[in-house]
């Protein structure tokens, strides 16, 4: 069956196009963001910073923590629409120094 672009099946199916369009470039948004954050920890993982070996474990640590918070709040206000569920990793000793 074929709508016509005025109808409401019509504009209806345009606004669903028009809604996976935007989610789809928010996706692709999504991915370039941490596709240049892993860049980053990878080149942190190349410096040789001898007079504090822990520096760029702290830089990366960073990183790691504020995409993850950036992400959990993102999933938190899509909670209400989509049951998403954050599994908390727990921390082990070694990490806490």
């Known amino acids: 069956m074929i709508f016509g672009k005025h109808t409401e099946e019509g504009q209806a199916i345009q606004k669903l196009q028009n809604t996976i369009k935007l989610k789809e470039k928010e996706i692709k948004d999504i991915k370039v963001e941490c596709a240049e954050q892993f860049k980053n920890i990878k080149d942190l993982c190349f410096i040789n910073d001898y007079g504090d070996k822990y520096l760029s474990l702290k830089k990366i640590h960073e ?7 950036a992400l959990v709040k993102d999933l938190a206000i899509d909670e209400q629409k989509e049951n998403a569920k954050i599994i908390e990793l727990p921390t082990t000793v070694q990490s806490r120094k």
């Open 63 to 69: 990183i790691a923590s504020d995409n993850f918070s």
